[in-house]
Structure formats: C-alpha cells, structure tokens
C-alpha cells in the first residue's frame, strides 16, 4: 500500500507520522510559537530530526469555535513557509480548505492537501482533481468549526462517517483522481462527543476495510482531557496511546504533535510485529 503524492510515493507498510507544523497566532495547542517563517522552519527541522515522515503545514487553526482566517491572511503565513519547506526533502502536506490556497502551494511544489472540508468547498476538488499526481486527504467535520461542538452529530457516527468519506472518495474518482491519491480522515473531535470519539477509534479496524489507507489525529484532542483530567500542554501520554491504538487496529498514518515520543513508541510497535517461531 502507497499514497502517490506530487512528489513522492510514500511506503505505508510502515506507519506514517505526520508532524504538526502550525503557522498560527491561535492554535489550541501551539497557537503563536511557530507564527513567522523563521521559527516555523525551525520547527519542521526538529520534527525531522525527531522522526518525521510527513509535515503537516497549517495557516488556519480550526479549533471548535475559531473564526475564519481570511484568504490573504492565509497566504501570507503559509505561502513563506512553504517555499523553504519544500527544500526539506520530505512530503509536505498542507491543512487548508481554500481552493487559491490549494493552487497557490500546490504551485511552489507541495505533495498533499490535507482538507479538513473534505474538497466541499466550490472550486476545491476542481484544483486537486486538476493536479496530475498530488496526494488529498479527506476528513469528515459535522458542521464548521465555529459551531461543530454546540451541536454534536447524533445517531451512528461510524456508519455516517464511513459513507460520507467514500461519497466524496467517489466524487473524486470520477473527476479522475486514482485511488492511490486518497487518504480518509474520520476527524476526531470536529463535531462529535468524546463518546463518538472514542467509538471511532473502537471501530478504526472496521474503517480500515473500506479499501482506503486512514489517518488518525488524536494528539492533544480535548477528549483525551476528558477522559484523563489532563490539560492541553500534559497530553503527550494519552496522545502517544490513542496513536499507537490507531495504528494497531489499522490507521496508516497518525497526525501528532509530540513527534519523538509516537516514533519510538512505534518502533516498540513494529519490533512487536514480527512473528513467533513456531513450537
């Protein structure tokens, strides 16, 4: 199994960790520590030092309950960030909604729109369909991030969430993207209860045989505060378990801010997999 990307095809025999790299004033987690083209570079060079396979870069947070980020705005904090980045040598994917976003770095030589919209927006599945080989990841969201949590999905969520990703894995195969451009993402904690949450990650081997490599971002995600009482700067741990419980029951690749710790958790993990002699 592979994900074909702009410009590379990524090996998902082996669990892929995604750093975060927030280019932000206002994430939930890391809001404002990596907001200019300098620090952020730092940032993505210590998640590549730490492990990283993948850099996930965003100009938008999309906590419950943020506002919306402006398109220049946007370009402005990302479009710097990417044109050094793309000289890192490794995938990068960039966490927007906004089809200009999507074409602009796209341009500069990005490999993956990781679309938190799921390509709903007008105008964006346009820009992935029209790209010859770049990477998308899909994730289901309940509403939008300004109302997402004030009224939770009801009902089934993982059936709901199941045939919403592979409608609009569909819409895009009939636009002619291939299959092994798509990633799905069930989007943990965008318009679901910590209960549904969890449900998600009960079901991930069920997700998984829907015939699409997944990715799962539990890092810091506030169900893991509701379940352990922790606050967001502690949930390293719980993060790093909800990560290495996704991958064991079939996540491909997992979305983290704690990048060192998930690598050597997933190196026990993988030494773990090899099979017991015979008796």
Not at 100 to 121: F, H, K, T
Not at 175 to 187: A, F, N, P, Q, T
Not at 217 to 240: D, F, H, I, N, Y
Not at 264 to 271: F, R
């Amino acid at each position: 199994m592979h994900w074909q990307t702009s410009r590379f095809q990524i090996d998902l025999s082996r669990p892929q960790v995604m750093g975060i790299v927030n280019a932000t004033p206002d994430s939930f987690s890391d809001g404002g520590r990596h907001a200019n083209t300098t620090d952020a570079m730092r940032h993505c060079e210590s998640l590549l030092a730490q492990g990283a396979d993948i850099l996930d870069i965003g100009g938008e947070s999309t906590r419950p309950g943020s506002p919306a980020v402006s398109l220049d705005e946007e370009l402005a904090r990302v479009l710097p960030l990417v044109r050094s980045a793309v000289g890192l040598g490794v995938p990068l994917s960039i966490d927007t909604y906004k089809p200009e976003v999507m074409r602009a770095v796209l341009d500069l030589g990005a490999d993956i729109i990781n679309d938190i919209w799921a390509l709903r927006q007008p105008g964006a599945m346009a820009v992935v369909a029209g790209h010859p080989a770049c990477g998308v990841c899909l994730m289901h969201m309940h509403r939008d991030p300004q109302t997402m949590q004030a009224a939770p999905m009801e009902g089934d969520v993982v059936s709901q969430v199941l045939s919403f990703l592979e409608q609009c894995a569909l819409d895009l195969h009939a636009l002619g993207v291939e299959k092994s451009r798509i990633v799905l993402d069930c989007g943990i904690g965008f318009g679901k209860t910590v209960e549904q949450n969890f449900a998600l990650l009960a079901c991930q081997p069920l997700l998984s045989r829907a015939g699409y490599p997944w990715l799962a971002g539990w890092s810091r995600k506030s169900s893991l505060g509701a379940v352990t009482q922790w606050p967001v700067s502690e949930r390293m741990v719980p993060s790093v378990a909800a990560a290495l419980l996704a991958v064991e029951r079939g996540a491909r690749i997992v979305r983290v801010h704690d990048v060192r710790e998930t690598v050597a958790a997933l190196q026990v993990w993988q030494a773990s997999q090899i099979p017991p002699p015979s008796l």
